[in-house]
């Protein structure tokens, strides 16, 4: 048997994308988005990377039905946002796991483990050498 979550309380999930981390909250509202005390727009001035973030919410018709808490920490503007993007989509699986298969299909579930590349000694960045001389 599933346990499905009470749907009256606050619900957690992490997500992360490259070295941001995301700690998402979200409960049944009005479609009021907090990341780090500030609201959406402020925080992700972008258009784009907003819209990224609401993906989750237009493929399963949540979009205004939940007030999203975020804290995010580490990484640049665009990981951060596909941090906050895995988050929402593993706590709208927590509320409701028909949405999973939705989800799933989507790519939204799947954790994009591409990380920078290291820098390696002797060398001026990750895969860049210096000029090779024979003589």
Avoid at 90 to 96: E, F
Wanted: glycine share 12%; aromatic share 6%; hydrophobic share 35%.
């Amino acid at each position: 048997m599933v346990k499905m979550a009470n749907k009256t309380e606050e619900i957690w999930a992490t997500g992360r994308r490259k070295c941001a981390v995301a700690r998402v909250r979200i409960k049944p509202g009005t479609g009021k988005i907090v990341i780090n005390g500030k609201a959406l727009d402020k925080y992700f001035p972008t258009e784009s990377i907003s819209g990224y973030i609401y993906q989750p919410l237009s493929v399963t018709d949540a979009q205004g039905k939940f007030d999203i808490t975020a804290n995010i920490t580490g990484g640049g503007p665009a990981g951060q946002a596909g941090a906050l993007r895995h988050g929402v989509a593993r706590a709208l699986v927590k509320y409701d796991e028909t949405l999973r298969s939705v989800l799933k299909n989507c790519g939204m579930l799947t954790r994009d483990a591409r990380v920078k590349e290291r820098k390696k000694s002797g060398q001026p960045g990750a895969r860049k050498r210096f000029q090779f001389s024979k003589r």
